[in-house]
């Protein structure tokens, strides 16, 4: 009939027209999309958000306009559902593989980091902080040193949070070694440093240059493990400077302090209004007139001075603050459009003897944080406690161990830097001990009077479980097999009938969790986060 060949016709039209269009905006919003992606989230543009929406729902109407027009599920009408299917899912594919854009970049970066794991010490289990603003996420694993530069995947929410709290950088599900203070890296054992710039530090000195890439080494190499007295928090700390204060006065069982905090401004051109939870939004009273947060430090002795801008643990909101400050010392630019992927965290102001030393944050636009703060920390009192504290606690790594050997008195607890994991199991002297889970992320091991020779193993979580399970389904389906009992089963109609629906129940379950609910769960969330 005529009707049905015009529909088959309207089919094909509908079909062809809704792949041209797909394409189209693909192809058109390639780079943007590359570019989103490299950051690991198309939310950085909200027009792409759109763009993927609209061409989805193009989809699912042109699907629909198909079946009705074809009435009945033909092997045409499945065809160019196939080929609807297939434009949609190898478009979305070229945008989401690969990174065009910025290959030449990661490549160079990945025989930067071959070059430097060449240099590799396996008995080296220092870690490697790096300054550098663009950089592999994972970039240990390339180099195989040690770092703090990972996914969460590969650490958890405790360690993004903690690190976050002790003045690192993080961004989304990412962890930096950028941000902290001279003190906190030689808590967490970072005696390297990456830069591409020539780093002038009293405390560094250079190791050897990659290309482009310097590698910096510590002039006097802290202990990677400290004895403490009592646990502490580090999630309730207002700022990482009162972290810092407290593993100071823990290690050296001492009242003092290694920081002074000072978290007094003045306010030109801005408003302060305080919200719930302990934040504040700061606003610019008067766009025609700058907006500065200044207050000026007088330096007695030599001090390091650092700035914090605490904000919320959730990172979801955290990029309103991104570019939101141009940072002054003494009048000169020191640091324009803060903060950024992947520097967010603490800012070194430099060192200073004997003077008075200015600082103006310039607000550029409407933020929410928790507080400002500045850190001047006693460089003497750190340089005792390097001297002080040093001790080569004999740590080495083994596939899925770690030894060390300590001299302890009992009661104490030795903390190790490294994240805490249930997986984790020790002994001390050969007796298993309780690992203690030490500033709410960190590895603890009580201590026995005299030397202590322990061993932390690791096994993952379920691991065990899991190969059991494996290993009785495997002799099951053995002895199905060897006895032939799957072949009378398939005759039980009431067995077939219960396996068809389970699979069928399981399976949209899966569909509905995990395309359905997940993507509505995004859209829900990114819409009450963003802006549009």
Not at 237 to 246: L, T
Not at 292 to 321: A, H, P, S
Not at 480 to 498: R, V
């Amino acid at each position: 009939p005529l009707t049905l060949v015009i529909n088959k016709y309207a089919s094909l039209f509908i079909t062809i027209a809704t792949g041209i269009l797909i394409i189209r905006y693909s192809s058109r919003y390639y780079d943007r999309f590359q570019s989103a992606i490299y950051k690991l989230s198309i939310s950085y543009d909200s027009k792409l958000i759109m763009i993927l929406l609209f061409v989805t729902l193009l989809v699912v109407i042109a699907s629909i306009l198909i079946l009705i027009l074809n009435k009945k599920l033909s092997k045409y009408t499945i065809l160019l559902l196939f080929i609807l299917s297939l434009v949609h899912i190898t478009t979305n594919s070229f945008i989401y593989l690969g990174n065009d854009s910025n290959q030449e970049s990661l490549t160079g970066q990945y025989e930067t980091l071959n070059t430097i794991s060449k240099d590799y010490d396996k008995d080296n289990y220092y870690r490697v902080k790096s300054n550098l603003s663009n950089i592999l996420t994972n970039n240990g694993m390339v180099m195989k040193y040690h770092n703090l530069d990972h996914f969460t995947s590969l650490t958890g929410k405790d360690s993004l949070d903690v690190l976050k709290k002790l003045g690192y950088s993080s961004e989304w599900v990412k962890t930096y070694s950028q941000g902290g203070t001279l003190f906190m890296d030689a808590i967490l054992g970072n005696g390297y440093l990456l830069s591409d710039t020539l780093y002038n530090s009293s405390y560094y000195e250079l190791v050897k240059t990659y290309d482009t890439v310097k590698l910096y080494k510590l002039k006097k190499m802290p202990s990677f493990g400290y004895i403490i007295n009592t646990n502490d928090t580090v999630l309730d700390k207002s700022s990482s400077f009162e972290v810092a204060n407290s593993l100071y006065q823990n290690i050296l069982d001492t009242d003092e302090t290694i920081f002074t905090i000072d978290d007094i401004f003045s306010l030109d051109n801005i408003k302060a209004t305080a919200l719930e939870n302990d934040l504040i939004e700061y606003s610019i009273i008067d766009d025609n007139y700058y907006a500065y947060f200044e207050k000026d430090v007088i330096v007695t002795g030599k001090k390091n001075l650092y700035l914090e801008i605490t904000q919320l643990l959730d990172n979801g909101q955290n990029y309103r603050v991104n570019e939101a400050f141009n940072l002054y010392v003494n009048n000169k630019l020191v640091t324009e459009d803060a903060f950024s992927e992947p520097s967010n965290g603490t800012i070194d102001l430099g060192i200073y003897e004997n003077e008075r030393v200015n600082i103006k944050l310039e607000l550029k636009k409407s933020v929410i944080v928790k507080k400002i703060t500045v850190g001047i920390m006693d460089t003497t009192k750190y340089e005792l406690f390097i001297n002080e504290t040093y001790s080569d606690n004999n740590i080495k790594y083994n596939r899925n161990t770690i030894s060390a050997t300590v001299t302890g008195e009992d009661g104490k607890i030795l903390l190790l830097p490294i994240n805490y994991n249930s997986g984790y199991t020790a002994t001390v002297n050969g007796e298993s001990v309780d690992i203690v889970k030490l500033y709410d992320n960190f590895i603890g091991i009580p201590l026995v009077d005299g030397e202590n020779n322990i061993v932390i193993s690791y096994l993952p979580n379920g691991l065990i479980p899991s190969l059991i399970i494996s290993l009785l389904a495997l002799i099951i389906t053995v002895i199905l097999l060897k006895f032939n009992i799957i072949s009378k089963l398939y005759n039980i109609k009431i067995i077939q009938n219960i396996a068809y629906y389970v699979y069928i129940f399981i399976y949209l379950a899966f569909i509905v969790i995990v395309y359905i609910g997940l993507t509505i769960c995004f859209l829900v969330s990114y819409f009450k986060y963003i802006k549009i």
